[in-house]
Nanobody, 112 residues
Framework: QVQLVESGGGLVQPGGSLRLSCTAS????????MKWYRQAPGKERELVAA????????NYADSVKGRFTISRDNAKNTVYLQMNSLNPEDTAVYYC?????WGQGTQVTVSS
């Protein structure tokens, strides 16, 4: 059974940092590109960052360039999203994605 389980979300003040993790199971993780998406209230889900199976960065959303970093550890079946210099516009549910599979999401709230 394919599973993607996100963790690491929470409440953080503007300017703060969080690291999200997504641990995969049920498939050969090292063979697939991985993506992070987010969805803010009342908005469409948007692609945040993507990484190839080998760990090469594919792209970042313009809104997060220079602040967010996607990475992966194929030995741990885990993809990460390091988020720095967070601002209230980053508030959203963040989802891990591999092709048609989605995690349950983790809430990130940036507020003072």
């Amino acid at each position: 059974q394919v599973q993607l389980v996100e963790s690491g979300g929470g409440l953080v003040q503007p300017g703060g940092s969080l690291r999200l993790s997504c641990t995969a199971s049920g498939f050969t993780f090292r063979n697939y590109a991985m993506k992070w998406y987010r969805q803010a209230p009342g908005k469409e889900r948007e692609l945040v960052a993507a990484i190839t199976s080998a760990g090469v960065i594919i792209n970042y959303a313009d809104s997060v360039k220079g602040r967010f970093t996607i990475s992966r550890d194929n030995a741990k079946n885990t993809v990460y999203l390091q988020m720095n210099s967070l601002n209230p516009e980053d508030t959203a549910v963040y989802y891990c994605n591999c092709r048609i599979r989605w995690g349950q999401g983790t809430q990130v709230t940036v507020s003072s």
